[in-house]
């Protein structure tokens, strides 16, 4: 176990939707990434926050925004539902931003319909 | 851009045995890191061994060790000793230095390893 913990594990949702996931980080890290990794497929990454403040983003539309509260926990917000969204949302975490080693979460996994 | 490439979807290998996985990687950057990491089916990423790019000496965790040739751009796994529980998807990844930006993982699309007893 690493720590970091994800919600819900499983979600199901309609096109055009909303969602919003959950990442609680490993205590003392102040670093939360989020990658998404379609099925068959490696993780992507999506962005990171790094003290509440977005630190990197990868290649994914605006509709994908980020949270970092003062606790360090995270969410990630996706608008307008599209079908290919349907993945696992895997968030990891590390004690500084420039630290190599990242701690992975179990992921969510979220069906779009 | 940087890619990570792995060509062998699927690999078996029988328990006790020895296995390797195959990455190369393109990139233009000189300091980097590389690592493998392992999903099983509860789908949590965990990292197996991880390699700086200006270490010539190839790392070793317990019965997992990785031949890194840079100038080939080449970051093999070799599993020894098999066993039931290294059963998973594999993935190779690359991360570009330097240190305090943004720690960003470059996977490879993975290797599903079967150990079969």
């Known amino acids: 176990e690493t720590g970091v913990t994800q919600s819900p594990t499983h979600l199901i949702k309609t096109r055009g939707q909303q969602v919003t996931l959950r990442c609680s980080s490993q205590?003392?890290?102040?670093?939360v990434s989020w990658y998404q990794q379609a099925l068959g497929q490696g993780p992507q990454f999506i962005f990171q926050y790094y003290r509440e403040e977005e630190n990197g983003r990868g290649n994914f539309p605006p509709r994908f925004s980020g949270l970092q509260f003062p606790n360090y926990s995270s969410e990630l917000n996706v608008n307008a539902l599209e079908l290919d969204d349907s993945a696992l949302y895997l968030c990891a975490s590390s004690t500084y931003r420039g630290q190599t080693e990242a701690f992975f979460g179990q992921g969510t996994r979220l069906t779009v319909v | 851009a940087q890619t990570v490439t792995q060509s062998q979807p699927e690999m078996s290998v029988q328990e006790a045995e020895t296995v390797t996985l195959s990455c190369t990687y393109d990139?233009?950057?000189?300091?980097?890191?590389l690592f493998w990491y392992k999903q099983p089916p509860s789908r949590q990423m965990i990292l197996v061994i991880r390699?700086?790019?200006?270490?010539?000496q190839n790392a070793t965790e317990n019965r997992f060790s990785v031949n890194f040739q840079k100038a080939a751009k080449s970051f093999s796994l070799k599993i020894s000793d098999s066993q039931l529980g290294d059963t998973a998807m594999y993935f190779c990844?690359?991360?570009?230095?330097?240190?305090?930006?943004?720690?960003?993982?470059?996977f490879g699309t993975g290797t599903l390893l079967a150990v079969q007893p």
């Open positions: 990139t233009s950057e000189n300091n980097y890191y």
């Open positions: 990844a690359f991360m570009k230095l330097p240190a305090f930006a943004t720690n960003k993982l470059i």
């Open positions: 205590s003392g890290h102040n670093t």
């Open positions: 390699q700086e790019a200006y270490k010539q």
